[in-house]
Every structure is written in C-alpha cells, then in structure tokens.
C-alpha cells in the first residue's frame, strides 16, 4: 500500500543552522509529493509540492526534491529562523479511486531557539 | 477570503453523548475530508466526499457518520462517542480537477470522558 515514512522529532536547532527533514515513501505508480506545515493553533497549510520525478519544489526558503530512485522527498532550509518552529509534515496524493486522497507522515516538530 | 471554517474549535463530552463537528467552505469545492489527527501516527482519513450526496469511507471510519447535503457543508457526527475518538480532528477541502492542494480547517480538539 501507500505509505510515508519521516525521521522521528523532535528537532531542535538554534537559529541560522541547516535543516534536513528526511521523508520517504512507498507508493504504486506517480504519486505527487508534498510538505504541510502546521503552526501552533492552526490547520495545516501547503508548504511546497512536487509532481514529477526530479521536480524541485520550493518555498520560503524551504526545498524538496522528487527523488525517485530514493523514493524520497527530503526537506531542507539553509539558515532557520525561530518563526520556522512548527509541525511538518511529508504526505503523498495517490493516483487512483478517492484520487484527492492525502497520505501523511507521522510528522514532525520543529523547534528553532534564537 | 479562502477558508475551510471548522466548529467548535474545542469540545469536552461524555461517553454516548451525540455529537456533531461542523465543517464549511467557501471555495466551491468538490473535494472535501475529515482527517483525524494523534501523537505519532500523522493524519488518517476518516471519510471524504467527492461531491453533494457523495461520500466514502477513508481508512478509520468506526463510530464516525457524514453527510453532504449541499457542497458547503460536511458535518462529521459521532453517534455514540467513546474515549478512543479523543483526538484532534481536521476537515479539508480542494477542486476536484487540477485540485492539488487541500485547504484545512483549524482544527477541532475533541476530548471524551
């Protein structure tokens, strides 16, 4: 089946350091990729997606990368900022029946001391 | 302004109790879902509906029931309630056609004694 696998939280990091999230995942056929991000309080939102092997998506800073031969999507932002602390998470649309369906990552928290 | 309006935002019942968890967007969207979301185990769909009069089960749709009446609304309603559905629960929304990007809810805190 279609599954998402994340590195296990939390992270702590102090401010301006180097981020990885790493994400991997196992699906039939193309999926499409994508990082949600969940600020304290509030639903989730978009952060970036990609479609296609070797797309790039990006922003604020943050990329991600359709790996296929890895199967992974890994998460990374060059310098952090505190307003970066938040729960992210790695999800998966599959192709198919119930095609806007979302397969989630368990998530993972993110805390940025200045 | 875009949104995906959940209510209420916190709620504390008790066992057998009914309830219901309104949900309401927007956006026009065919394309709308309840997710329940737990410590470690990420989101887990627990029904969807691809348009009026349409629904599906998701993946943990026990003790859980849904209706879509019209495409605004998406009530999820708990007919009997019990411990095991304490839990931070999300409804989302998206187009149907070119519909990559689900737009959430803030979130319903459901605790049950």
């Known amino acids: 089946g279609n599954s998402v696998t994340q590195m296990e939280g939390p992270v702590t990091l102090s401010e301006e350091a180097f981020l990885t999230i790493n994400c991997t995942y196992t699906?039939?056929?193309?999926?499409?990729l994508f990082w949600y991000v969940q600020y304290p309080g509030e639903g989730l939102q978009l952060l970036l997606k990609?479609?296609?092997?070797?797309d790039k998506g990006s922003n604020k800073g943050f990329e991600a990368t359709y790996r296929k031969e890895t199967t992974s999507f890994h998460l990374e932002k060059g310098s952090v900022q505190v307003s970066d602390s938040a729960v992210y998470f790695c999800a998966l649309k599959r192709v198919g029946q119930g095609a806007q369906k979302l397969v989630f990552g368990q998530g993972t928290r993110l805390t940025i001391n200045p | 302004e875009a949104q995906v309006t959940q209510n209420p935002r916190y709620l504390i019942t008790v066992t057998g109790k009914k309830l219901t968890v309104t949900c309401s967007q927007n956006m026009n969207h065919e394309y709308m879902s309840w997710y329940r979301q737990d410590p470690g185990l990420g989101l887990r769909q627990i029904y969807y509906s691809m348009n009026v009069e349409v629904t599906d089960k998701g993946d943990v749709p026990e003790g859980y029931k849904v209706s879509r009446k019209e495409k605004r609304n998406f009530p999820l309603i708990l007919e009997s309630p019990s411990p095991n559905q304490t839990s931070l629960y999300f409804c989302?929304?998206?187009?149907?056609?070119?519909?990559?990007?689900?737009?959430f809810g803030a979130g319903t805190r459901l605790s049950v004694l």
């Open positions: 699906a039939t056929g193309y999926p499409s």
């Open positions: 989302a929304s998206s187009h149907l056609k070119g519909g990559d990007i689900q737009y």
């Open positions: 990609a479609t296609k092997a070797d």
